[in-house]
């Protein structure tokens, strides 16, 4: 969601729209190594398991340093160079999301939850659930795209609602690292 609304303040709204694409796209690839097993894999193997979920963890802890070293740096100011192809646009949203240590262990540990593991249509019912995620997803993710200008502006104005943000993103990233730092393989 950062990459999309930085692109939307920078380049405008279709290019961030093609970042959401992209950014879906990548749940398309998370969804069926979870629906294909790929990550029941990955839980199974203590090791690995310990290794991306401390990789996680480390990222968001990070993360929250990060937002309350620096602080926002907000600017709304339009980039008018090459604002990049759609193809581009696509392609960073997708390795963005692919890549993203906070969403793979999300799939990993989250879709997995809502189906049995002796059911037999599992991997038709977590591939619906990825699908349905998308769905819901995109419309919110072009929402807060179209509320970005005007969320901008009035935040440059409000310089300590946005320092709160900080903390607050600080906080939450703080609590999801812990959540995964103490999440057990099953």
Not at 68 to 97: C, D, H, M, P
Request: hydrophobic share 55%.
């Amino acid at each position: 969601m950062t990459l999309s609304i930085s692109r939307a303040l920078a380049q405008g709204k279709k290019p961030a729209l093609f970042v959401v694409v992209g950014t879906s796209l990548g749940i398309v690839v998370h969804t069926m190594l979870v629906a294909f097993g790929i990550s029941a894999l990955i839980t199974a193997s203590p090791t690995a398991f310990l290794i991306l979920k401390t990789g996680g963890g480390a990222y968001l802890f990070w993360l929250a340093v990060q937002a309350i070293r620096y602080g926002s740096k907000l600017t709304v100011a339009r980039v008018e160079e090459q604002k990049g192809t759609a193809l581009s646009n696509i392609s960073s949203g997708f390795w963005v999301n692919l890549l993203n240590p906070k969403v793979i262990i999300f799939f990993m540990t989250f879709l997995p939850q809502f189906v049995s593991a002796g059911d037999p249509a599992v991997t038709q019912k977590l591939l619906f659930l990825g699908l349905c995620f998308i769905l819901i997803g995109m419309p919110v993710n072009a929402s807060v795209i179209f509320a970005a200008d005007w969320l901008a502006s009035w935040l440059q104005n409000n310089k300590k609602v946005l320092r709160g943000m900080d903390y607050t993103f600080a906080g939450v990233f703080s609590v999801f690292a812990a959540k995964i730092l103490l999440t057990q393989a099953k």
